[in-house]
């Protein structure tokens, strides 16, 4: 069976070794050795600073909302994993969703400006499969309306957007390591704050708002990492060359055999590629059906990503449809992409895509 994705497995005497590290010292977590070394070397690969590691990537996005006062409504993207909306709702605020650009995936900004009120209190937007959002326009819309930005860079790992790190963009920036993530720690996450101050208070927040004088500051959960969490991490930045390396083969790969056929994602200018995802656009819901079928039939398992848009959840009880993201997420399937996928299968998934799509167009 060939799914969609596959986790990422890294050296297992390296891991070993630091899991002797781990009973050596019998420190699990608590911002132990390894949290301390991986927060470390992640600035350093992804070249930001206050970078806070965090249990999980949907914890990570609750933080910075809770860390910058995001009360009110916020403004958002349909177009994305359920977790944008779902943390927002959780934190009680409520999602106000701006349609996106249908070429890049990503939020339009024109959207975002005609969607705002007296109630906005900030904008959270979704870097699509690691392609960059329109973040000097937001940007501009937010200093003019005195809005937050908190940039859902769960895709975003490693993204360059004019040689400056895509995740130093916004008030605050998070990351999910989610085993399926290009970057894993088998569950994890992380936020990059542009402040020091909004570094420092989510410090104290995520470890129950207790400081470093053991004295309750004020309101926190916990959101920690912890020293296991952290060993697979170091151990897969470890071999983030090889793992790129690869996925970046059969993106082009993808791209070279398919462009004719469907859509792409359209690159956002001067943005670089992290090859995580190759989601590709049908022409209509019933031919990306059929092709699923098709695919799955030959035991692989695309998957509907993103579906459905966000703005159709029923715990949401929103009225307007935004069109452009109804319309992506019908039509739309990721195609699989992961280190270690043979040329075979992926020379199988192709013909089977094209024939098909020849033979319909001959009938
Ligand atoms: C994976 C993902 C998340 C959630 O991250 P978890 O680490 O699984 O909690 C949030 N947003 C997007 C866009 C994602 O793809």
């Known amino acids: 069976m060939i799914n969609v994705t596959r986790p990422y497995l890294p050296d297992r005497e390296k891991l070993n070794k630091c899991i002797d590290r781990i009973y050596e010292t019998v420190w699990l977590t608590n911002n132990g050795p390894l949290v301390q070394e991986l927060t470390a070397r992640l600035q350093e690969y992804l070249g930001v600073e206050n970078l806070l590691l965090i249990s999980n990537g949907t914890s990570a996005l609750q933080v910075a909302y809770k860390v910058l006062g995001i009360s009110g409504h916020a403004i ?30 990503c939020i339009d900004p024109s959207k975002i400006e005609e969607a705002i009120t007296s109630k906005t209190t900030a904008i959270v937007p979704v870097h699509v499969f690691g392609n960059a959002c329109d973040v000097e326009k937001i940007e501009n819309i937010a200093s003019k309306h ?12 490693g993204v360059k957007y004019k040689d400056r790190s895509l995740l130093s963009y916004g008030d605050a920036a998070t990351l999910s ?15 990059i704050f542009k402040k020091k101050e909004d570094y ?5 927040m995520i470890k129950f708002g207790i400081d470093d004088t053991d ?37 082009h ?7 004719k056929y469907v859509l792409i994602q359209k690159r956002t200018f001067q943005c670089t590629n992290n090859f995580s995802y190759f989601p590709v656009i049908f022409e209509n819901e019933e031919t990306m059906e059929r092709m699923k079928k098709i695919l799955n039939s030959a035991g692989i398992y695309p998957r509907r990503y993103f579906f459905p848009s966000l703005d159709s959840l029923e715990y949401l009880d929103v009225n307007s449809v935004q069109k452009k993201s109804d319309d992506i997420s019908k039509k739309i399937l990721c195609l699989p992409l992961y280190p270690g996928m043979s040329s075979l299968t992926q020379e199988q998934i192709c013909s089977l895509i094209i024939c098909n799509l020849e033979n319909e167009m001959e009938e």
């Not at 390591?177 to 992380?190: P, Q, V, W």
């Not at 060993?231 to 071999?239: F, H, I, K, S, T």
């Not at 790969?253 to 462009?259: F, I, K, P, S």
């Open 76 to 105: 958002t993207t349909p177009f994305s994993f359920v977790a944008t909306t779902s943390s927002l709702v959780w934190e009680g605020i409520e999602p106000v969703f701006a349609d996106i650009n249908p070429e890049t995936l």
């Open 146 to 157: 005195r809005l937050k930005t908190v940039y859902d860079g769960a895709h975003a790992f």
């Open 177 to 191: 390591f989610h085993a399926t993530k290009l970057f894993h720690t088998i569950e994890g996450g992380a936020i």
């Open 200 to 204: 420092e208070k989510a410090r104290l």
């Open 215 to 251: 004295s309750i500051v004020g309101l926190g959960i916990n959101a920690k990492m912890n020293e296991f969490q952290a060993a697979m991490g170091l151990c897969v930045l470890d071999e983030m060359d090889i793992i790129l390396k690869e996925r970046a083969k059969l993106w």
């Open 253 to 259: 790969r993808y791209e070279n055999e398919l462009t």
